[in-house]
């Protein structure tokens, strides 16, 4: 059974960053793809960005704009995901996301959840 650990999250202002660590275990970690996603309050979760099983192909939302790295290290089981440049839209709880092999953008097409890291930016 896939189990994801987020950390990383806090309170920063606008422009700060920070760098969120998924830890993935139970499985092969090489064969799944990991997806970050947010969720506001009384908002729907949506997709923030993705990395594929090897780690050769991302994705990213059209708002990250290039703000955001995502990255892995399989040697380490870990997914990274540092943001930069942050602004108070960004608050909300953030989730890492496992699916076999390649990405998605969809929430349903995901197997696997970490239970979030609370990321909050003021102004």
């Known amino acids: 059974q896939v189990q994801l650990v987020e950390s990383g999250g806090g309170v920063v202002q606008a422009g700060g960053s920070l760098r969120l660590s998924c830890e993935f275990s139970g499985r092969f970690f090489n064969n799944y793809a990991v997806g970050w996603f947010r969720q506001a309050p009384g908002k729907e979760r949506e997709f923030v960005s993705a990395?594929?099983?090897?780690?050769?192909?991302?994705h990213e939302a059209d708002f990250v704009k290039g703000r955001f790295i995502i990255s892995r290290y399989n040697a380490e089981t870990t997914a990274y995901l540092q943001m930069e440049s942050l602004q108070p839209g960004a608050t909300a709880v953030h989730y890492c996301?496992?699916?076999?092999?390649?990405?998605?953008?969809?929430?349903?097409?995901?197997?696997?959840w970490g239970r979030g890291t609370q990321v909050t930016v003021s102004s």
């Open positions: 990395i594929n099983w090897s780690g050769d192909n991302t």
């Open positions: 996301a496992a699916r076999f092999y390649h990405w998605s953008t969809e929430v349903k097409d995901y197997d696997d």
